[in-house]
């Protein structure tokens, strides 16, 4: 059985958990945006113009007791468009599991950022249902849940000596945001950088992680679908992070049709 549960997962998910950007080096990512799937279909066209190293983690259960996975999802809006995210879908079901998405930073310099915000672009995507997924107890199948209104947000830099200085906060969806998705289709968390309590590290920020744990979802939504499509900085509170990605969108494109 467990065997025909591997065979699942690779099948009908794109990418395996093992899976991270193919760049050669961490480029530094100093904002204010530093991951966008804007015009993006496919995860290998991502990892080419995202510019961002990401990966998932897991914890060392084997995948019939957790998972994680990640793909390019497309999602229409409200307003009619048609945008892709990057869907990340995890099992935590069993005690104790836990797994995350990661994103190098390059030991980016975020100080400009120190009274703004980070922001994350994010929509909470419906069962997957396609994966199967067993009680390692009962042999029974599971059915994909809800997607979770808890994560936790990492931040990792270095000090001056080069020793890594850490803080996670815990962010709970609440009705605002799932009010601004029915409005939009996605929604903004926003958290101020200042409460990380890292700004006098923010000249060599290293890592970004969202991490998924067991112990702080609920059991309706352990095995769930979140849609990532942009994470921002802003030098101020409560700035327009529409006009900041429209600009660093036609930046990109310039770019593009400019090498």
Same mark, same amino acid.
Request: aromatic share 12%.
């Given at each position: 059985m467990r065997d025909i549960i591997r065979a699942s997962l690779a099948l009908l998910l794109a990418v395996p958990s093992s899976s991270v950007a193919r760049a050669q080096e961490v480029e530094r990512l100093n904002g204010p945006v530093v991951f966008d799937t804007y015009g993006v279909?496919?995860? %290998?066209?991502?990892?080419?113009?995202? !510019?961002?190293?990401?990966g998932v983690y897991r914890n060392p259960d084997p995948k019939f007791v957790q998972f994680i996975e990640y793909r390019i999802q497309p999602v229409q809006l409200p307003n009619g468009s048609t945008e892709p995210f990057l869907a990340v879908y995890c099992n935590v079901t069993e005690p104790e599991t836990y797994n995350g998405v990661w994103f190098k930073m390059g030991? %980016?310099?975020?100080?400009?950022?120190?009274? !703004?915000?980070?922001?994350?672009?994010l929509r909470q995507l419906p069962p997957l249902g396609v994966v199967q997924v067993f009680d390692p107890d009962t042999d029974q199948r599971l059915a994909d849940t809800d997607c979770t209104d808890t994560f936790k947000l990492e931040l990792k830099t270095l000090n001056a000596v080069g020793t890594k200085e850490e803080f996670a906060l815990g962010h709970q969806v609440g009705?605002?945001?799932? %009010?601004?998705?029915r409005a939009n289709g996605y929604f903004d968390v926003k958290?101020?950088?200042?409460?990380?309590?890292?700004?006098?590290?923010?000249?060599r920020v290293s890592e970004f992680v969202i991490t998924f744990e067991n112990r702080s979802i609920a059991p309706s939504q352990r095995r769930g679908n979140l849609g990532l499509q942009a994470i921002v900085l802003t030098t101020a509170r409560g700035e327009n992070v529409d006009r900041i990605l429209i600009e660093a969108r036609k930046a990109r494109q310039q770019q593009g049709t400019n090498p």
């Open positions: 279909s496919e995860l %290998a066209d991502l990892f080419i113009k995202s !510019g961002v190293q990401f030991e %980016a310099d975020w100080r400009r950022y120190g009274r !703004g915000e980070l922001v994350l672009r009705s605002r945001e799932k %009010a601004e998705q958290i101020p950088l200042s409460h990380f309590g890292l700004n006098q590290y923010l000249d």
